[in-house]
């Protein structure tokens, strides 16, 4: 998905502090996308692909771009810009937009008819909003097509909105002095911002930044919780915490939780280690790892496959993922490390946090496969990932290893088996949705998952 960030400075200081303050939020949020950077102060904007610039660059940025005021917004992006109208308007989100075809025909269309359906949103939810001062149909509207929080400013004054299936968390903070206010992705950004009080936004909650203070404008009554799991898979901070419960603590859950279910129902009884890759599912491989020990005694807890922090699956890292593909083929090598007397003639688990083009499992398993692993499983910690929306993937559907097989199968035993052929691994385990739903501590029905991945279960 995307990082997403807002801040009104109150305070005597000037538009470099608010810049400064803005920066350093980005920089908080900078997991959540590192390909495409945007940052609106005044009525101006500056940006580029690539991570945030040192701070000297920023500010040298700011300046030359006139960029000032007392309010502002981030936008961080795994990939560029989805819609050509977010170069023109200044509006940030995270998440996507459903029932669009027919916007054309909104009455409050107007001038917006020919143009993109995140501008003709944009235009319709303002106009119902500022011009036409109705701000509960414009809540009504925006909560239609919007799936995920989305930020607008119009001159200094920025509004935010959470959908009311909280599909996508939403913080807001207040300097305890009570002129500085932030609403951001998540609430990670306390680690730094100390003197700063954090809450949630609420789902259907529309909130209002200007020289008046912070203020909920409007906001809806029949809310029903549908998150996005993957929120708790990879999405958030590690040190984030969401609904009140630690992000690492849950991830170590769902590890938890998928052994006990693998032990028990499946009889996985062989396994000798299990190592996470990539990084993001330490967490998980460690709560994996301390059931199947209390199930099989014989279990060792090591790690065994390292992988340079750098080489991560966004393309804008130094090195990235295609970096390190292009080194395997070219030269037979690549930036992972196996501990060869820990894997050799050893039944290997690799606990992978979703498997999506399987380029990173792939890879993984040539390197086990190399250092003499008699058998190696692939533990997925989510469900198996069919659509785009599902994960705000930047891939599209058809790169999509599970997509082509929805409406094949009826089980995951089924998709396990098919999956497990494609990538040359001796068993493939998907974790089902109420697994997942009781890793995370949260009812299902109170996570947004693909119709078809939601019925589909073990046998």
Known sequence: MAGIVALYNHGPESSRTSVYYLTHAMRMLQHRGKAYWKIMVGSSSAGAEGYLPSDDAILRTAHKQKLQGPSGIGYLSKKAPPFPSMSNIQLAFDGFFVDTEK?????????????????????????????????????????????????????????????????????????????????????????????????????????????????????????RLMMDPFEFIRESNVVATLNGKSIYEIRKNIGKKQADFLSTEIKLDYLDSAYAEPDYTRPMALGFGLAYRTHFGSFEMAEGVIKDRYDDSDNMIDFSEQDSRNKLLTTGKSLKFVMQPLVQGRNIATVQGTIQTSATVRETIYYLRKAGAKRIDVIVSYVPTVDGRQVGLYTHNRDLVANKYVGEVSSINELNVNIAKELGADAVYYNSPAVLAAGIGMPEQNLWFPEWVRFLDYQ
């Open 103 to 223: 916007l054309h025909l909104h009455p409050y269309v107007g001038s917006a008819r020919d143009s993109d359906s995140l501008f003709k949103i944009y235009h319709i939810f303002t106009t119902l909003l500022i011009e036409r001062q109705n701000p509960e149909r414009a809540v009504e509207f925006l909560d239609r097509h919007l799936r995920g929080n989305l930020i607008v400013k119009k001159g200094d004054e920025i509004y935010a909105y959470r959908d009311s299936s909280g599909f996508k968390p939403l913080v807001v903070a207040s300097r305890k002095d009570r002129m500085l206010n932030i609403i951001a992705s998540e609430n990670s950004l306390r680690t730094s911002l100390i003197d700063m009080e954090f809450g949630d936004v609420k789902p259907g909650h529309l909130l209002k930044m200007s020289r008046k203070g912070l203020e909920i404008v409007a906001a809806r009554n029949d809310s």
